[in-house]
């Protein structure tokens, strides 16, 4: 049973989901304080109290986005278990995440803030470098165990995931396509998982 939100953190919740609706109807230059407290139906001093400042709103929102992409991917390495079987469990749930309406409509709020100001993506992401997914950990402990070849771990968590984005992720988000099937879906962790062990297994 999950725990119940203190109102407090109800109202922090609330604010952060009329962000990101107020970012992705005006962007970060028109969204404004004063209609973001009207959304989430609380004063401003509220707003401000829980988000100093605009720019601190937009990193939690995108902090928000990160830590959904470190959930989806949160795979405990074990040793007695094939490789493929772990990475399709972590692939698969990459989908499920890619799927999510919600998901894509961060994902156009803050890709289309870092194309305007490269100022603000570098501020967040060096806000969030120290930042490290279950995937990158899944991958250390593999090389650890002798299993998979010595590789910068963020560098292959990124070609792993973007194999997966390349058709389930880029084209919904820039071109508007359909998602992929249950079928495609499980064809693009199949080959995703086929081509990095390729590369990296032991």
């Known amino acids: 049973m999950e725990k119940a939100l ?3 953190e109800q109202k922090r919740l609330d604010i952060l989901v009329a962000a990101q609706e107020e970012f992705k109807e005006k962007g970060f230059l028109g969204a404004s304080m004063d209609s973001l407290a009207k959304r989430a139906e609380v ?3 509220t707003v401000y109290n829980h988000f100093p400042s605009k720019e601190d709103l937009f ?5 928000q986005l990160c830590d959904s992409f470190s959930q989806a ?3 405990e390495y ?7 079987e772990q990475l399709h469990i972590a692939a698969m749930n990459e989908l499920k995440l890619l799927g999510s309406e919600c998901f894509l409509d961060l994902n156009r709020i803050t890709l289309a803030e870092f194309i305007r100001s490269p100022e603000l993506s570098s501020s967040t992401l060096e806000h969030l470098g120290q930042q490290k997914n279950g995937l990158h950990n899944w991958i250390n ?5 002798g299993r998979l070849k010595a590789v910068d771990a963020n560098y292959a968590t990124q070609q792993f995931l973007g194999l997966i984005k390349a058709n389930a992720f880029w084209p919904q988000l820039l071109r508007k ?8 879906q499980q064809t693009i962790a199949d080959d995703a998982v086929l081509m990095f062990l390729a590369r990296y297994e032991r």
């Open 73 to 75: 991917v949160n795979i």
């Open 43 to 45: 004063s401003k001093r």
């Open 177 to 184: 396509q359909d998602f992929p099937s249950s079928e495609q």
């Open 141 to 145: 402990d593999a090389i650890k165990d």
């Open 59 to 63: 990193h939690n929102i995108v902090k």
């Open 6 to 8: 203190t109102l407090t």
């Open 78 to 84: 074990q040793s007695s278990i094939p490789l493929d």
